[in-house]
């Protein structure tokens, strides 16, 4: 389930239990504690006042880590960072290459 569709689901399941009269830090809570813990674990990193700011946030979190889990699957994501630093390497490297 994603970020947006729990929050539709929270609101009507708080609209049914008549919790609508939750004070804003107490919805606060309720929201970031029902997010999955990988997305939670980011969300915590960010100072947030109000729901509305969380609910800004956390789809962008959950936005951010698919993308890093796309590429960590397809391999893009190893292979841009390890031959990045080694092809920096080389240039800054004048030396002849070694054999071994």
């Given at each position: 389930m994603c970020v947006d569709e729990y929050y539709k689901l929270m609101e009507s399941m708080l609209l049914k239990l008549r919790l609508q009269f939750e004070s804003e830090e107490e919805k606060v809570a309720?929201?970031?504690?029902?997010?999955?813990?990988?997305?939670?674990?980011?969300?915590?990193?960010?100072?947030?006042?109000?729901?509305?700011?969380?609910?800004?946030?956390?789809?962008?979190?959950?936005?951010?880590?698919?993308?890093?889990?796309?590429?960590?699957?397809?391999?893009?994501?190893?292979?841009?960072y390890s031959s990045t630093w080694k092809d920096k390497e080389r240039k800054h490297d004048k030396s002849p290459p070694k054999s071994y």
């Open positions: 309720r929201f970031v504690s029902g997010l999955r813990r990988d997305i939670q674990d980011l969300v915590d990193l960010y100072e947030y006042s109000s729901l509305e700011k969380v609910l800004h946030l956390a789809p962008k979190v959950e936005t951010q880590l698919q993308k890093k889990k796309e590429a960590k699957s397809s391999g893009s994501y190893n292979d841009y």
